[in-house]
């Protein structure tokens, strides 16, 4: 090799972590300014100047001006503030489990619901509906939910596996059959259900943040917090695993002690993300596709990235879903789905055009 082509390959190998950085700040910023103006945007609206002023506020930073109106601080913290900050969170652990699945799995198509967790998720909340009445407090709904996830993705596991080890290919099929047998008890949930229960069970499924509170926040922050945290510590691992299985093997790697901590954080970090708010589709699929375009496949940076890109999508999602239609509150997961679909099935295109993964 020149020296002219020695050159050229270390300024091209130097100039990724600058372009990956570059990306990671963009991507916050392009979230910090997104909750500014959905905090700002609804049916009182608060400039921009006053939304940071009471950020900085209560932080105990005497900079910027409070909001003017009279009930400004109290819509943006007791109303906004709490739907953002959940948004976020839920983002956050959804695209981290879709980009951890699809790593340990070494599968593009794989997300969160391919183990049965929102599956799972949908008929612990049916059982609390049907079984305790529409009047059930919404903590008993949550709290089913986030059971019946963990639940669903442990018989995932349990079923896939043969003397201890699982396949990829096993465990998505046999998350097909589970999701398969959920969708079964959900539908006879709703045929036994009255009309308001049956309503609510459907209106679950469709996904919302309009109920979101600070207690449920405190809820969600420590487990996304330290389910991303654990995968954070895998990435090496999901990096060798891309090189198949025997060659990861020969590097060292335990492959199904690493596939079962996956799917734990994977079920642990999904139920937390549907318990309060319910089913919210494509986010685990489609954003990690976009940042490993972004960003590349390393999952050091492809893992941070998809943990940003995820709460954007989300944030922008639940901004999208209360000020499009005049006094309405559109379904979450309907808006995903509607954007997530196209876009990815744009990727794909882009994919087979050898352009993506």
Known sequence: MSSAQTRSV????????????????????????????SASIGQMHI????????????LHIDLGPLPSNQNGEETL?????????????????????????????????????????????????????????????????AGAAFGGGLVAAGLVYALS????????????LTGIAVNAVGAGIIAYFMFIAGNTAREQIVFWQLGSLS???WSQVWIV???????????LTMVRKLDLLALGELSAASLGIRVETVRR????????????????????????????????????PRHAILLPASVIGGAIVITAADLA??????????????????????????????????WGW
């Open 161 to 172: 596996s043969r003397d201890g080890t699982s396949s990829p290919i096993m465990l998505v």
């Open 211 to 213: 109920a979101a509170t």
């Open 10 to 37: 270390r300024d091209r190998l130097a100039a990724v972590p600058i372009r990956t950085s570059v990306t990671i700040v963009v991507l916050l910023v392009a979230a910090l300014a997104l909750v500014v103006l």
């Open 261 to 296: 901590q996956a799917i734990v954080l994977v079920a642990i970090l999904t139920a937390a993300g549907v318990a309060f708010t319910g089913i919210v589709m494509f986010v685990g699929l489609v954003v990690p596709h976009v940042m490993r375009l972004l960003v590349g």
């Open 321 to 354: 879903s209360r000020t499009l239609v005049h006094a309405a509150d559109l379904p979450l997961g309907m808006l995903t789905s509607l954007i997530g679909g196209p876009a990815f099935f744009i990727l794909l295109r882009r994919s087979r055009a050898g």
């Open 77 to 141: 913290w007791v109303v906004r503030f709490p739907r953002i900050v959940l948004g976020l969170l839920v983002g956050a652990a959804l695209a981290a489990a879709g980009c951890l699945l699809q790593g340990v799995l070494a599968n593009p198509l794989a997300e969160p619901s391919v183990i049965g967790v929102s599956s799972g998720a949908a008929v612990g909340a049916s059982i609390v509906i049907v079984g305790f009445g529409v009047g059930a407090s919404g903590w008993g709904q």
């Open 47 to 58: 400039p921009a100047s006053e939304v940071l002023g009471s950020l900085l506020h209560h």
């Open 221 to 231: 922050l420590p487990l996304t917090i330290v389910g991303i945290a654990a995968a």
